[in-house]
T-cell receptor
Framework: EAQVTQNPRYLITVTGKKLTVTCSQNMNHEYMSWYRQDPGLGLRQIYYSMNVEVTDKGDVPEGYKVSRKEKRNFPLILESPSPNQTSLYFC????????????????FGNGTRLTVT | TQLLEQSPQFLSIQEGENLTVYCNSSSVFSSLQWYRQEPGEGPVLLVTVVTGGEVKKLKRLTFQFGDARKDSSLHITAAQPGDTGLYLCAGVSGGYNKLIFGAGTRLAVHP
């Protein structure tokens, strides 16, 4: 089954304790992206990657890191989490960035709910 | 900064009613997408509209892209409890190949 898999689904941690949220897709997609979703603010892009070893900042990259060493994996790293990073995080992938074409939708994982105390 | 405003933020209706949700911007988008997100899941693409004035139908859902490609609407006929969820619009910014999401309309359809 074609899918984007995120782990863990739920994570509670303390301020300053480094954590990694994994994301893997099995569709051979070139484009991958991380979003955070907060009430009233919608989905905001954190980082994205156009291909292996190519990553770029989105709209809210502060406090986050990513890497793209393999095509299928795109982990999100929080080196020193803070309470304002408490949020619902989504990884997404697509075949290309030509989203106007119906054969290139953005596929989302099921989310990771992170709480930083 | 390009923004997409969705209205209403919340909508609670009875089964069988009709409804329309709106997605508005002062910016022009090359295309616009609608997603539905159910609790505990990620958004799922419903439709992409590309041409100004375009209308697309998906069973009881009708999507329209404004003539000027700055706004869009989603109309649901005879809503059912299975339509419950968060509806998100996302504009494709042609100049930056970027998807910009609205904050969403949370719909609850009661039996």
């Amino acid at each position: 089954e074609a899918q984007v898999t995120q782990n863990p689904r739920y994570l509670i941690t303390v301020t300053g304790k480094k954590l990694t949220v994994t994301c893997s897709q099995n569709m051979n997609h070139e484009y991958m992206s991380w979003y955070r979703q907060d009430p009233g603010l919608g989905l905001r892009q954190i980082y994205y990657s156009m291909n292996v070893e190519v990553t770029d900042k989105g709209d809210v990259p502060e406090g986050y890191k990513v890497s793209r060493k393999e095509k299928r994996n795109f982990p999100l790293i929080l080196e020193s989490p803070s309470p304002n990073q408490t949020s619902l995080y989504f990884c997404a992938s697509s075949l290309s960035i030509r989203w106007g074409q119906t054969n290139s939708p953005l596929h989302f994982g099921n989310g990771t709910r992170l709480t930083v105390t | 900064t390009q923004l997409l405003e969705q209205s209403p933020q919340f909508l609670s209706i009875q089964e069988g009613e009709n409804l329309t949700v709106y997605c508005n911007s002062s910016s022009v988008f090359s295309s616009l997408q609608w997603y539905r997100q159910e609790p505990g899941e990620g958004p799922v693409l419903l439709v992409t509209v590309v041409t100004g004035g375009e209308v697309k139908k998906l069973k009881r859902l009708t999507f329209q892209f404004g003539d000027a490609r700055k706004d869009s609407s989603l109309h649901i006929t005879a809503a059912q409890p299975g339509d419950t969820g968060l509806y998100l619009c996302a504009g494709v910014s042609g100049g930056y190949n970027k998807l910009i999401f609205g904050a969403g309309t949370r719909l609850a359809v009661h039996p």
